[in-house]
């Protein structure tokens, strides 16, 4: 029963749940309040008790009173003590002469990412698959105070996971700690005032989103992110959502303080103690424990035995050896740069390291190596494979020495030594590798610390992770799982602040380290000390945001790929999946590259097909082919054509087009395909293939949307809607089309789709030509899934009768990767080969023959006859009276067609027309039939 008929509105609604009128309830007299209302000129003051279990209710009301009646409210809610989310409200002061917001959604973005995420690792333990929102809420405008005194701006955020007050206050002390670091505002106030500590204890009730302060503006939603674990470095991953995601009708709930449903997460041991010393202590304690980050296990990865993974006893040849080498040097974090760095020193090394007679040196390079990093073994095997003695069987026996020995460092012998080698006696070799490291360019920036010279610090490090394909739209991608990824640049400005920051801090370290091996008189000690205060002053740029956006404007220069756009998605032989990519022409499934430039995945794993894994599954889609394609030509046509669409090229050029009736499993086998496919499944609006042919090179994004498409849906045409046979043609034509995205430059592309379209009903074409009609094919959905209770018979356009699985719909998404197996087995086999059947043939002829008019009206009405001639003139008239007598269409082809066909097939006219050929009159039986008798 719809409770809202009890009340009218909101205010009964409040009316009867106001605390006072409660008192004297058995029911309610224990419960506390749980929303108040702030008293304005036309409202009044209040105290509420609205029940768990009319919350809903309560919502519902409040939305369409504040949100669909635009009518103004002042309520609050008190918040939850334990299982509330985190709550934060930030108040601004600035001087009266500031008149717009001094925050950006990039200082937002770094109190998240470096702020609050970064903490909260200290109090949680996280988990990969449970994420969690952060909800962003700002006023329209600032509010200068009319009094002159001061300009007012503010921030309410709410973080989706359940943490106590105690907790948030240790929080709050924390983040004043840092906040200071990262945000350089013009304020007039404190944080310990900007931070309300009302609100972080819970004493201070939390305005109700949509609520207003009396003669105030109310806070908007302007930020949405969702927050994801990654347990592989330790590191949040952050993705921005749309505000329209947030259906206020229906999820108005959660953006309240009294949501009790948010996440939960083991706290961390160390935290819990600090936490039972705050909850016993009546003494607030500002605590200043070191902060726990991620920092320290970016360098533990979940590493496994190099012996086994690698299986040294397989490596026989240098390529074997750089296959290796690769693999290992592909996984390192980019904090681990300096670990690549020696790798290429070592390899520059001369032949008195590497040759016969080269033992003592060799053995010095090995512990340098070691003691570097344990993961450069295959850099120590690669410098002595250039020996001319060099044996690769012998490299398990030198790991066996590797792990057993070089535990104890010569005296000397560092990761500096080999580079002071390099330089000794390969200089330019040297100078070449420096130019292209990291460490070069810190020291630039030291020098001239120029937000150019950071962006090139930035671009040394993240060059082969990240592009900026277009400067005016801030347009980022970033290489991640095997493909190119949409950015805004937020990772790659996070790490500014992080990986970044720490490269620089490292560098400070080393500084201090020497300085405490000098006496506080020697010159050296305060030559040493003016130098760390120097990078502290550069270092402290890292973390401001201002600075950071100087950084990042300059970067979107250097990172710059004006080729990028054109390239991405033109591989027509490479499909990526979340696990890597597949190669159809050389028949391998192997790791994405940078320089594959794939944008689209299928968002789903790829495993070779196994007879015996798959087995269950594939049955089940067999056996689905089988019943929707019972003819075995059928059945094989199009297992061939679904598996040549993972290819990009579409070259038997058709046009497949799935007719039948409802229930006959032409949509789930669509359905399926999306499910396969993912990114690189498109929907072409038949718009696109029935207006007229200037449309497709103009303003389309449609068109734009279908670059790197391989199976592309159209949308099922009306009836009697015309097919456009030149755009048909273009999009399957395998030649490049034109289309422009808004404000952005025409593109041209060759498109890489099999087009295909579901439909009952066949679009008119008013095309006769070749060209057209040897691209068109129909394929006969002839079976039909019935409810079992129905008794339908098997009629000439379903002959087959199979009962419908009700639970078919869920069962897809589970089949995916078995069919993905399936259709990549069959491609490897066909290269996309479709070989053409007969039922489809005859189905798409006599398809042509209905709607090719006049090779309809030629085989009817025209006969080859010795001595007879048939002239131009009486050949149009009777065209147009056989096409007004069975044709609706008020469009009659153009003379010159029927002309041009009549050449085609009896041969070109002479001048009184088509010479052995007679038009067949209706009489002219009638009258042979007479002259019998």
Known sequence: MDTTCQYQDLNEFLAKHNANARKDDPNTS???????RIPGKNSFAGSYIIPKEEEALFYRLYYEHVFVKKKLEHLTEKQLVNDGPIIVDFDFRYSHDVEKRQHTEQHIQDLINLVYLELLKEFFVFEKNKSFPVYVMEKPNVNRLEDGSVTKDGIHI?????MSKIMQEILREKVMAVINEIWDLPLVNDWESVLDLGVTKGSVPWQMYGSRKPEHEAYQLTQYYMISYDDSDGQFMMEEKRISDIDLSKDLYKLSARYDQHPEFEINPFMKEIIEKRESSSVQKS??????????????QNEQEEDEVLRLEDIKTIDDLTRALNRILSDLKISEYEVK???????????MFYEPGSHELNRKVAFALKQTDERLFLSWVMLRSKASDFDYDTIPDLYQKWSKYFKVKPDGVTKQSIMFWARQHSPEEFMRIKRNTVNYYIDETISSPTEFDFANVLYQMYKHKYVCSGIVEKSWYVFNNHYWEKDKGMSLRFAISTEIYNLYRDKMQVVVAEMQSYDPADPRYEELKKKNKHMMEVTSKLKRTNDKNNIMREAMEIFYDKDFNNNVDKNKYLLCC??????????VFRDGLPSDYITKCTNICYNDFNPIYHSEKAAEITELFNKIYQVPELNRYMWDHLAGSLIGENINQTFNIYLGNGSNGKSKITKLMSLVLGDYYGTVPIALITERRNGIGGTSSEVMNLKGVRYAVMQEPTKEVVLNDGVMKELTGGDPIVGRQLYKEAESFIPQFDLCVCTNILPLINSNDDGTWRRI???KHMSKFVDPTENIKPSEESPYIFPKDKSLEDKLPGWAETFLSMLVKRAFETQGKVEDCPIVMMASNNYRQREDHIASFVSQMIEVKEGEVVKRQALSEEFKKWYSEYHNSKRIPKGIELFDYMDKKFGQAKKDGWHGVAIIYPDTTEIADMNCY
Do not use: M, W
């Not at 709410?158 to 359940?162: E, H, L, Y």
């Not at 605590?287 to 533990?300: C, D, E, G, I, P």
């Not at 760095?341 to 520059?348: G, L």
């Not at 979340?578 to 028949?587: A, I, M, Q, R, S």
């Open 777 to 779: 094919r129909i394929v």
């Open 158 to 162: 709410i973080i989706g996971i359940k």
């Open 341 to 351: 760095e020696i790798h290429e020193y070592t390899q520059i090394l001369p032949p």
């Open 578 to 587: 979340t696990n890597g990519v597949l190669d159809f022409k050389n028949c």
């Open 287 to 300: 605590l200043k424990n070191k902060r726990a980050t991620s920092k320290t296990r970016l360098v533990l």
């Open 30 to 36: 224990n419960q506390k309040n749980t929303h108040t």
